[in-house]
């Protein structure tokens, strides 16, 4: 394939602690950063784990002798009301910077309250990309799913509980200084939350394999991204104590973290941000039940590299037409989705055809659209949308 000529700024935290018992060394990074009293960011269940990753980040704290405060009232799809919530026990308590403990929800809440609490009050006015003119106080990310990357990524997304559209700011300044991925966290994730994040993974390796925005630093982290998934994410479903599977699937979503983080993703993620807004359905779920509709609709922008994309998730494309072999790259798709255990259509999450008018419209306009490598229009979004709603 042809590759322009291309200049781009790469983009990832400092430093990442990765492996099994990293979580120990949080309270030494903490005070090597300065932090005297940082707000955790996390949920009630998290906080209530025994020996859980919120427990073991206070304990190693406590050891270092730093200081904290605790906000436990993180939700999935996280809404402007959590960000204001931690805003505000920030300031009343004198905080100085941010810790969150979680998955993508516990991060994104604690990126749009840093947002917030340096770039202005309306993050609504801040929806797009680089659209921050202030630096967020120090933040760590303590990743407890694999997972979204939001660990590593500049992307902070939100609902607005008012108008339920979720949208993303995305800005260098988002990035954690410092991000955890410590796998024996994740141990204890029921299967159903591990196919989820797990499928978020995987279509996070695949949107920027396919992207406009592709470079051969992010392909080779998307073609190992998927290589792993293929071999972890099914184990890690059947058998949530497999280390050696929870340790590849942080691998992944590390490496699909970093690529998307730069090469961007597309329409299913555009389209998921609206289910996940409308219906309050979770993300990995939203992501998983579009992707094959999506990318059947994306073949003809690219059909070798969807050839390709059936190689490198083992399908034997020998002595097929690249049409046929790109074909096999959806077959492939669905099949990891059954196998973890997602459902068929979008209508078992709540979808309904009346709204895929006005979701075909936001998704367009959502910041992760426009690195799609086919350019669609709202009528073409809506026969996605059907092809997911009516899918058997
Ligand atoms: P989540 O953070 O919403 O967590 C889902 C549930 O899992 C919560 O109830 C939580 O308590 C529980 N949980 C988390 N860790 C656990 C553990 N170790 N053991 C047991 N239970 C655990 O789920 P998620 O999929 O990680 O995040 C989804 C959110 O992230 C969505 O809002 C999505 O839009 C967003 N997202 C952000 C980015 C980004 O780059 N910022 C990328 C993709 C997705």
Redesign the pocket.
């Known amino acids: 394939s042809v590759m322009a000529e291309r200049s781009y700024d790469f983009l990832m935290p400092s430093v990442n602690f990765f492996g099994p018992g990293v979580i120990e060394k949080i309270g030494d990074r903490a005070k090597m950063l300065g932090m005297k009293k940082p707000v955790i960011v996390t ?1 009630k ?2 906080e209530g ?1 025994k020996d ?2 919120v427990q073991q980040t206070l304990a190693s704290l406590d050891k270092a002798g730093v200081d904290y405060v605790v906000y436990n009232n ?1 939700e ?3 809404k402007i009301r959590n960000i204001k919530e931690v805003k505000k026990l920030y300031e009343e308590s004198g905080a100085d910077s941010i810790i969150t403990v ?7 809440t604690g ?1 749009g309250a840093g947002i917030i609490l340096t770039n202005g009050d309306d993050i609504t006015k801040l929806a797009g990309i680089e659209t921050l003119d202030k630096a967020l106080p120090p933040l760590i990310a303590v990743n ?2 694999a ?4 660990e590593l ?1 500049r ?3 939100i ?1 607005n509980e008012e108008t339920h559209l ?1 949208f993303v700011v995305v800005s260098w300044r988002n990035i954690p200084l410092v991000s955890f991925n410590d796998p024996t ?2 141990l ?3 299967a159903g ?1 591990t196919a ?2 797990g499928m ?1 993974a995987f279509v ?1 390796s695949i949107e920027p394999y396919v992207s406009v925005d592709h470079n051969p630093i992010t392909d080779s982290q998307c073609i190992e991204a998927i290589k792993l998934i293929e071999t972890s994410l099914r184990e890690a479903v059947a058998n949530g104590h497999n280390l050696e599977a929870r340790t590849k699937m942080v691998e992944a979503e590390m490496l699909a ?1 970093m690529a ?1 983080n730069n090469a961007n993703l597309g329409y299913v ?1 555009a389209m ?2 609206q289910l ?1 807004g409308q219906y309050d359905a ?3 779920v939203c992501c998983a039940l579009l992707l094959p509709y999506v990318e059947e609709y994306n073949i003809v922008a690219d059909p070798e590299r969807f050839a390709e994309l059936a190689k490198i998730m083992g399908e034997n494309t020998d002595g097929l037409s690249t049409r046929d072999a790109a074909e096999l790259s959806i077959k492939a798709m669905k099949q990891m989705s059954q196998d973890v255990g997602i459902p068929k259509s979008i209508k078992e999450i709540g979808a309904k055809p009346e709204d895929f008018e006005l979701m075909a419209e936001n998704a367009l306009k959502d910041g992760n659209a426009f690195s799609n490598p086919r350019k669609g229009t709202k009528e073409d979004i809506i026969k996605i949308f059907q092809a997911a709603y009516d899918a058997k």
């Open positions: 949920d269940f998290l784990l859980g990753a993180v999935p799809n996280p979680g998955g993508g929800s516990a991060h994104d990126k407890t799913t997972g979204t990357g939001s990524t992307h902070a997304v609902t979720k966290l994740m204890d994730v029921p939350l989820a994040t978020d996070q973290g998307f993620h998921a941000h996940g979770p993300h990995g």
